[in-house]
């Protein structure tokens, strides 16, 4: 079945490494992007890429990097330089166009 | 910059009833696109219901219609005969229309929390 998969489930890291977060998708969509969520906030986009090589920042990317080599893979590093790291952090996909945007599962990350 | 704003933290009804979810959001914009997403605890961003500002009628998914008000920028999320799997977060969400180069994304209301009391 086609979909995203984001991997781990759950992170946990000290303050001061950078984390990589992987998201994959076999649904051949072309855009991809990375939003945040935390409590009584709603979801918040950090970057996104429409196409392979190429990618805009979103409204929070500060602390947060991301490459687009593979149409299949966007991963996000989130950075020591991001102040309050500690959220759950999902990645969706869609057709360029008018298509929906579909979710992965999540990471919660948690820095201490 | 468009705003989505959702004014109910949190929302209870009783099982088989009827729930009305509030969102209202601020374009300058013609063309755009409004979405209504549930996450239940899951955390799984799952696809309610979606309505073009084109359309004048209002999208309908089974259980679930839409209220869209265009003039007054409101899309408010009715659910009939609810069920207790619709325990959920709702989130209201825009998107500009299609042209627009910044690709299909979404702009999310902060939430909320639907309780269905058995």
């Known amino acids: 079945d086609g979909g995203i998969t984001q991997s781990p489930k759950y992170l946990f890291r000290k303050e001061g490494q950078n984390v990589t977060l992987s998201c994959e998708q076999n649904?051949?969509?072309?855009?991809m992007y990375w939003y945040r969520q935390d409590p009584g906030q709603g979801l918040r986009l950090i970057y996104y890429s429409q196409i392979v090589n190429d990618f805009q920042k979103g409204d929070i990317a500060e602390g947060y990097s991301v490459s687009r080599e593979k149409k299949e893979s966007f991963p996000l590093t989130v950075t020591s330089a991001q102040k309050n790291p500690t959220a759950f952090y999902l990645c969706?996909?869609?057709?360029?166009?008018?298509?929906?945007?579909?979710f992965g599962n999540g990471t919660r990350l948690t820095v201490t | 910059a468009q705003t989505v704003t959702q004014s109910q933290p949190e929302m209870s009804v009783q099982e088989a009833e009827t729930v009305t979810l509030s969102c209202t959001y601020d374009t300058s914009e013609s063309d755009y696109y409004l979405f209504w997403y549930k996450q239940p605890p899951s955390r799984q961003m799952i696809l309610v219901i979606r309505?073009?500002?084109?359309?004048?009628q209002n999208a309908t998914e089974n259980r679930f219609s839409v209220n869209f008000q265009k003039a007054a920028k409101s899309f408010s999320l009715k659910i009939s005969d609810s069920q207790l799997g619709d325990a959920a977060m709702y989130f209201c969400?825009?998107?500009?229309?299609?042209?627009?180069?910044?690709?299909?994304?979404?702009?999310f209301g902060e939430g909320t929390q639907l309780t269905v009391n058995p």
């Open positions: 969706a996909s869609t057709l360029t166009g008018v298509s929906p945007l579909h």
């Open positions: 649904l051949n969509h072309d855009a």
């Open positions: 969400a825009y998107r500009r229309g299609i042209g627009e180069t910044s690709g299909s994304r979404l702009t």
């Open positions: 309505q073009e500002a084109y359309k004048q």
